[in-house]
């Protein structure tokens, strides 16, 4: 850990601030367009008011919403009442004096609206609701990626006109959506009669959130640590990546900044980086015409457990075919990317939930990848074969310096980068023919 002693500091935190730097931009090259609508549609009028069903879509195709789920909250544009509601609810219900025989669901100008628990009764129900909050990615599983209700808006009083509500909000369930107005769009439309007619809403609304770190104001929460077969060396996170462990090393554990909820705090294992999460990758093989490496994801939380968690890897390797054994995956198409990007999650009732850490002990979820080499690119040196980047649930991971990265065990010092390539090219077919075994 000479890293952080002396003049070396000042690079590392420069990186740091770069890389905070770049965190604060909201734009995400490897998704640009991820985003989460929220189409409002009139589906009919009413005696003082109308019928509305709202459906939230995740468009972001590794971003997720996990436990305690979404909140969606706007504010009436006049003095719209909610009748009632099928498929979420409104956490309060507000001042309903003025109400006498029928009494409203919610009076609250500004309703909190969430989702209803999986064990909800069927009378309360509707397609597409009932997920207690949740939304999955949308390139890992479409059909749980949208969230949709009902509710019956009155005390509007007449005219059939409809007040768009404003300021809508989307928790998450911390902060760090941000909505447009809503805009008008075309009614929606569906397919009735075995697909031979189609019926269209009255008027749809839509609106666009999308995901900032820097306004969910996120410490970084994952770090990448890299091993090799050739190098007996491990170049561990860096140094305070997330945090920095106080002095007091007899520690059973540690607090760290929570990942979900920036207001709220949650227990670690004492480590030098303090990530919640950390991700290694290890070249494990070098055959003649494939490359393996271990990927392995740790969680140091002592007590969260990632039920859906989702790793996206960046590396130029995931052009050639991929095999991979204990993980989900599917590659992103991604423009203006040079490197390819992979997307991995857990397999069903075997490693799709990533428990929590005990006390001598992480919980990891791990898997070996056999990649197919292409010849021209395939190379152990300049740090090749290392990712260019990593996300854990859409956070960025921080990685390792470049000059920290396990060399080729060629002489060449980290400090003075080697300049004979000739030397290394003899080397990595060295090692070629030296580590040939199962495929040859
Ligand atoms: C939201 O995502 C959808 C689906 O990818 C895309 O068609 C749309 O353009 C996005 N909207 C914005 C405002 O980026
Ligand atoms: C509830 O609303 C009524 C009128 O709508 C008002 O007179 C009353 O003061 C309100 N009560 C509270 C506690 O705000
Ligand atoms: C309702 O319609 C009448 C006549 O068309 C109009 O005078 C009145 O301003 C309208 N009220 C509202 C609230 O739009
Ligand atoms: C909506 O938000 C804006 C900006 O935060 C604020 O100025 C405005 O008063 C809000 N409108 C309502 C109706 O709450
Ligand atoms: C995490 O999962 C384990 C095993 O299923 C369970 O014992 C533990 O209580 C869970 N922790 C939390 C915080 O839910
Ligand atoms: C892989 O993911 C897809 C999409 O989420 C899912 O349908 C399939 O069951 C998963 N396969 C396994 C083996 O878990």
Not at 140 to 156: L, T, W
Not at 207 to 224: D, E, G, I, K, R
Not at 277 to 296: A, E, Q
């Amino acid at each position: 850990m000479d890293l952080i002693s002396g003049p070396a500091c000042f690079p590392l935190m420069l990186v740091l601030i770069i890389t905070m730097f770049n965190l604060s931009d909201c734009y995400d090259p490897l998704d640009p367009i991820g985003n989460i609508s929220v189409t409002y549609d009139i589906v009919r009028w009413t005696e003082d008011g109308y019928q509305a069903r709202i459906t939230i879509q995740n468009y972001y195709k590794y971003r997720h919403i996990d436990k305690q789920g979404w909140e969606l909250g706007w504010t009436w544009a006049a003095n719209e009442v909610i009748w009632s509601m099928s498929g979420a609810f409104a956490t309060q219900q507000g001042n309903c004096s003025a109400f006498k025989s029928e009494i409203p669901h919610c009076c609250k100008k500004n309703p909190i609206i969430v989702d209803l628990a999986p064990e909800a009764p069927p009378e309360k129900r509707l397609d597409g609701c009932c997920h207690g909050g949740l939304l999955a990615a949308s390139a890992i599983n479409p059909s749980n990626s949208f969230a949709s209700f009902e509710m019956k808006v009155g005390n509007i009083r007449g005219n059939y006109t409809a007040h768009k509500p404003l300021n809508l909000t989307l928790m998450a369930p911390g902060p760090g959506y941000t909505c447009d107005e809503f805009i008008d769009i075309d009614p929606t439309t569906s397919l009735v009669i075995e697909g031979q007619r189609q019926e269209q809403v009255i008027r749809t609304w839509k609106s666009t959130c999308t995901y900032s770190t820097f306004l969910a104001n996120n410490s970084p929460t994952c770090c990448v640590s890299l091993s090799t077969f050739y190098n007996p060396e491990v170049t561990p996170c860096n140094l305070c990546s997330c945090g920095c462990k106080l002095a007091d090393n007899e520690a059973k554990s540690c607090i760290g900044q929570s990942s979900s909820l920036p207001y709220e705090r949650e227990l670690l294992q004492c480590t030098d980086h303090m990530c919640p999460i950390r991700v290694h990758w290890h070249i494990k093989k070098n055959y003649r015409k494939y490359w393996r490496v271990k990927l392995t994801v740790s969680n140091y939380n002592l007590d969260k457990n990632y039920s859906n968690w989702n790793l996206v890897v960046q590396h130029p390797g995931f052009s050639q075919q991929a095999t991979v054994f204990s993980f989900n995956n599917t590659m992103l198409s991604t423009v203006g990317v040079p490197d390819e990007v992979a997307l991995f999650w857990g397999l069903d009732f075997y490693n799709d939930a990533l428990l929590q850490a005990e006390e001598k002990q992480v919980g990891s979820v791990t898997t070996e990848i056999l990649l197919l080499k292409d010849m021209t690119s395939f190379t152990l040196s300049n740090g090749w074969a290392f990712p260019r980047r990593i996300y854990f649930n859409g956070e960025n991971c921080e990685m390792p310096l470049p000059q920290t990265f396990p060399m080729l065990p060629n002489g060449c010092s980290r400090e003075k980068p080697c300049n004979s390539h000739l030397s290394v090219l003899l080397l990595s077919i060295y090692l070629t023919y030296k580590t040939l075994n199962f495929w040859s």
